[in-house]
C-alpha cells in the first residue's frame, strides 16, 4: 500500500501528494501547483467496507480512476494547464458521494 500521511510535497518542480479517500471526502481537498509542476499523485481508498468503492476524476486532464476499498493508484502527469481544476467521486453508492470534491489550483 502507498499510504504515507495525506500530505503535499515539493523537490523542485516536482510534487507528490499523497492523498487519502473516504465516504465524503478527499483529504487533502485542495491543492495549489505552478504551471510547469510534475506532478506524482498517490490516492489510497481506506475504507473497510466491501461496497465503498471511490472514483476519481480530474477535469481538465483526462484522468478518472476507480479505487476499490483498500486499493492505492498512482497518476502522473503534468501541470501544463494553469486555472483551477475540480476533481470528483464518479462512483455513486451513496449521498455522501456526491460531496467528495476538491479543487486544484494551478498559478501561471
Known sequence: ???????????GNQVE??????????TPDR?????????VWHLTNVERALDA??????SGYNINLSLEPGESNTIEF??????????????FGSALHLEM????????
Not at 468503492?53 to 480530474?58: C, R, S
Open 1 to 11: 500500500m502507498l499510504f504515507r500521511s495525506k500530505r503535499v510535497g515539493r523537490n
Open 17 to 26: 501528494i499523497w492523498m487519502t479517500v473516504v465516504r465524503s471526502h478527499y
Open 78 to 91: 503534468d501541470a501544463n494547464l494553469p486555472g483551477t481544476f475540480t476533481w470528483y467521486c464518479t462512483e
Open 53 to 58: 468503492t471511490h472514483g476519481f476524476a480530474l
Open 31 to 39: 491543492i495549489e501547483l505552478q504551471k510547469g509542476d510534475h506532478v
Open 101 to 108: 470534491l476538491g479543487y486544484m489550483l494551478i498559478k501561471p
